[in-house]
Structure formats: structure tokens, C-alpha cells
């Protein structure tokens, strides 16, 4: 139920507009306060009356209507919300708000806003799977917005495909979501976590590197899921495309020795996770110049191990976490090999995983881990690496509570 929480309905100019007056209907029947914004394509699936009489509330349609601007009224819409919710998100819409332009009144709130957003596209589906409409979804997400649907069936256009808005029920249950992740307990609030994620890139010389194929994806939904729990955190990444987490200290390092330099500067934490994939060796004799061929031997790589970050972490001196969770990547024995490494490396929690071309763990979305701890091995079931790091994170939070 939404308690009273205050939701601000941009309608774009789409067919799907006319669902509205009932994900309107829904809302408030959960409990919530709904204002409009009517774009000026919308008016022509769904009127202005409808909207004021399901919401009881005014209904807002131009940037520079006289009374609403000696007001500021789209500062105010923007500011009084508890979460915008723009239903149908044209393509134009998602545009707009992806590239920060604002020429009308709904473009203008999205970009004044410092609340929460979250869209319903709707389009055709050749629109939808656009490469531009497909960069600026990217974008958005980057940028903390989230999305309920598109839906895939037949669409007004005669076309069959994703493109079709969500029905009502299923936005309201993603804005129900929103509302009970705002609400709900923060386990680690006032907290630092530092966590380690991606590859790390050896130099053989300036042009060749010894790396792995980790995305880091698991480690930037750890940083997020952490986020959402309260902490403040620190996150320490290897090379790779993901977009930095919003609202996360990011700290970009190329190599092994690096990622260990900067971790010792983020330190001290309350909880470290080390689900970086760093490699193992590094070449000791890095050329300053690229290695040719000559037509004789190949060149030898001498190679001289890394750092252990993990290890030396669980084991410092003066600023140990009071909770150190490493990693285990492994493509065969997993338990076996896990259970052997938090043996040896001193840690408080590892996380094992399967990570065989066969599992498609690696630079993959799914993953199934297993946690090892001095009680024993809880071994998850197969989930999104969103899901998985929630559910890591809820049992980290817990392990620190019961440490006092």
C-alpha cells in the first residue's frame, strides 16, 4: 500500500495513454495522491476533465501557464513528488530526458526533478529496438532512472514485438516496490563498505596485457545493493564499460598493484568485499617497447605473482574490517577449492561460484553462489546478479550486527 505517498503521472503522447485513468484509479484505491502532467500529444488519447475528476487534483499541461510560473510550478512538481512516474514514456520522452532537454512542461520536470523516476515505454517496435532508443534506455539507467516494461504483444500498428506499455497493475506494483525499498530498514546505515569488482588489466608491454574476461557486473550490483541497504560506499574497479553506480564513490585502477594501493587508501571500512577478479601474475619484465616477432623463438614472459589484496586485508595490522569477504571463481570443485581458499586466506565470509564456460556466469546476468563461513556452506539458488547481491548483502549486514 502506498501510505499516502505522493506520485506525479507525466502522460506522454502515445496510444497507451489511455490506460491511464485506471493505473490512476489504482493508485489511489493503494493509498497514494496523484498529480498530472498532460503533455500535449497525450490530450488527444485521454482529456484533461477525466484526469481531474479521477485524481481530484488540477491537471498541468503548459510550461508557462501565468499562474503556475510566478510559482514555479515545474520546480514544484518536480520537488513535491515522492516518485515521477511517466506512463507511456514515448520515445520522444525518453529522448528528452536522457540528453537533458527541456522545451515543454513534462521535459522540464523530468530535468528539475531530484526524486525518483520510473518509466513505462510504449512504442512501435521497430522505435523501441532503435539503436538511439536502446542508447538513451542505457543512459537513463545509468542515470538512477528505472522501467516497468515494455511488454511484447500486438500493437496498434498491426506489429507484434516489445514495445507494448505495461499494464496498469504491473506499474503499480513497480511503484509499490519503490515505495517499500524508500521505507524499508537500512541495515547498514552510517556503515562503509569497500568493495573491489572487474578485471585487472598486467602489462606485457605497452600495447599487450594479460587480463580475464570478469565484467565486474557482480561486483557494481554488490556496490548498488549496499547503497540501497544505507552504507556509504567505495567502490574499486578494475577496467571495463560499466557506467560508474550513481551515488557511489567509484575509483577507476588498471592493475593488481594498483587496485591494492587503493584500497589501503579507502580503508578504514566496516565491511570489505573483494569480488574483483584480479590476476594472479603479472609480468616481472613489462617492456617499454612493443615485442616484436623476428622470426626466431617466441619471447619468454616471465611472470612473478600479484599482491594478494584479499589476504592482506583479512590480515592487517592496524585497519582490518570488522568484516572481510573474499571470492572464489572456479570452473571445477567449486565447494572443495572454496572451502581450501577460506582456509587459507583469513577471511570472515566467501563467496564461491562456477564460473566454467558452461555456466555463462562470466560477463553474463545470472549467477548461483555459494557462502561459505565458519557455520558451513549456504549455497544460493540461481538468480539475476541484482537479486544475488541483495541477498549477499542482507547476510553480510547481519554477520556485522551479530560481531557488536
Known amino acids: 500500500m502506498l501510505n499516502g505517498k505522493r506520485v506525479l503521472l507525466i502522460i506522454g503522447g502515445g496510444i497507451a495513454a489511455y490506460k491511464t485513468p485506471e493505473l490512476v484509479r489504482l493508485i489511489r484505491k493503494a493509498g497514494g495522491h496523484v498529480r498530472v502532467i498532460l503533455t500535449k500529444a497525450a490530450s488527444e488519447f485521454v482529456t484533461p476533465l477525466t484526469l481531474a475528476s479521477l485524481t481530484g487534483e488540477k491537471v ?61 515505454p510504449a512504442m512501435n517496435v521497430r522505435m523501441w529496438l532503435h539503436p538511439a532508443t536502446q542508447r538513451n ?43 517499500a525499498r524508500d521505507t524499508a530498514p537500512k541495515p547498514l546505515a552510517g556503515k562503509h563498505v569497500l568493495i573491489t569488482a572487474g578485471p585487472t588489466h598486467e602489462p606485457i608491454d605497452p600495447v599487450r596485457y594479460i587480463a580475464n574476461r570478469s565484467s565486474g557486473k557482480q561486483g557494481y550490483a554488490l556496490a548498488e545493493a549496499a547503497r540501497e541497504a544505507g552504507a556509504r560506499v567505495t567502490l574499486v574497479s578494475g577496467p571495463g564499460t560499466l557506467p560508474a553506480p550513481i551515488g557511489i564513490r567509484t575509483i577507476r585502477v588498471e ?50 605473482e600479484n599482491p594478494d589484496i584479499l589476504a592482506r586485508i583479512a590480515r592487517h595490522a592496524t585497519q582490518r574490517p570488522r568484516l572481510v569477504v573474499g571470492f572464489a571463481a572456479e570452473t571445477e570443485k567449486v565447494l572443495e577449492h572454496a572451502q581450501a581458499k577460506f582456509a587459507r586466506k583469513g577471511c570472515d565470509l566467501l563467496v564461491a ?15 548461483r553462489v555459494h557462502l561459505v563461513s565458519p557455520e558451513g556452506v549456504e549455497s544460493l539458488p540461481d538468480m539475476t546478479k541484482n537479486d544475488v547481491a541483495t541477498a549477499l548483502i542482507a547476510r553480510f549486514a547481519d554477520a556485522l550486527a551479530r560481531r557488536g
Not at 520546480?75 to 522545451?103: C, F, Q, W, Y
Not at 528505472?146 to 506499455?165: K, L, N, Q, T
Not at 577478479?277 to 615485442?291: G, N, Q
Request: glycine share 8%; net charge negative; charged share 25%.
Open 137 to 179: 534506455l542505457a543512459t537513463l539507467r545509468a542515470d538512477g532512472v528505472s522501467f516497468v516494461g515494455p511488454d511484447e504483444g500486438d500493437m496498434a500498428c498491426g506489429e507484434y514485438g516489445p514495445g507494448r506499455m505495461a499494464e496498469p497493475a504491473a506499474i503499480l506494483a513497480a511503484i509499490e516496490a519503490h515505495v
Open 60 to 120: 498541468h499541461e503548459a510550461l508557462f501557464s501565468l499562474t503556475d510560473e510566478i510559482e514555479m510550478g515545474h520546480i514544484e512538481l518536480s520537488r513535491s513528488a515522492d516518485l515521477l512516474v511517466v506512463a507511456p514514456a514515448t520515445a520522444d520522452l525518453m529522448a528528452k530526458a536522457a540528453h537533458g532537454l527541456a522545451n515543454d512542461l513534462a521535459s522540464t520536470t523530468l530535468l528539475a526533478t531530484d526524486k525518483p523516476v520510473l518509466m513505462a
Open 255 to 304: 592493475t593488481a598493484r594498483e587496485m591494492d594501493e587503493a584500497v589501503e587508501q579507502a580503508l578504514p571500512a566496516d565491511i570489505a568485499i573483494f569480488a574483483a577478479a584480479v590476476a594472479d601474475w603479472r609480468v616481472a619484465d613489462e617492456s617499454k617497447e612493443k615485442r616484436k616477432k623476428d622470426g626466431n623463438a617466441i619471447p619468454p614472459l616471465q611472470l612473478t
Open 353 to 367: 561460484n562456477d564460473v566454467s564456460p558452461a555456466s555463462g556466469v562470466m560477463g553474463g546476468d545470472r549467477n
